[in-house]
Nanobody, 122 residues
């Protein structure tokens, strides 16, 4: 059974940092690209960042470029999202998603986690 379990969310002040983690199980983690998406209150899903299976290629939404860093540890079956210089508009539920391929060419996913809440507030 495929499982993706996110953690690391919480309440942080503007300008602060958080690191999200997503522990994967039930599939060959190192063979698939992964993405982080988020959903802010009353808004649609936004793809935040993606990383290919080997960790050698990454993508970022313009809204987070230069502030967020995606990474993965294939030995630990874990995906990370380091979020720095957080803004009020980063408040959202963050989800990790498993893509169907090793590359980021197509944003086709088949599994995602339950999400972790990130709240940026003063």
């Amino acid at each position: 059974e495929v499982q993706l379990v996110e953690s690391g969310g919480g309440l942080v002040q503007p300008g602060g940092s958080l690191r999200l983690s997503c522990v994967a199980s039930g599939f060959s983690f190192s063979s698939y690209a992964m993405t982080w998406v988020r959903q802010a209150p009353g808004k649609g899903l936004e793809r935040v960042s993606g990383i290919n299976s080997g960790g050698t290629s990454t993508t970022y939404a313009d809204s987070v470029k230069g502030r967020f860093t995606i990474s993965r540890d294939n030995a630990k079956n874990t995906l990370y999202l380091q979020m720095d210089s957080l803004k009020l508009e980063d408040t959202a539920v963050y989800y990790c998603r498993k893509l169907k391929s090793a590359t980021l060419r197509r944003d086709e996913f088949d599994y995602w986690g339950q999400g972790t809440q990130v709240t940026v507030s003063s």
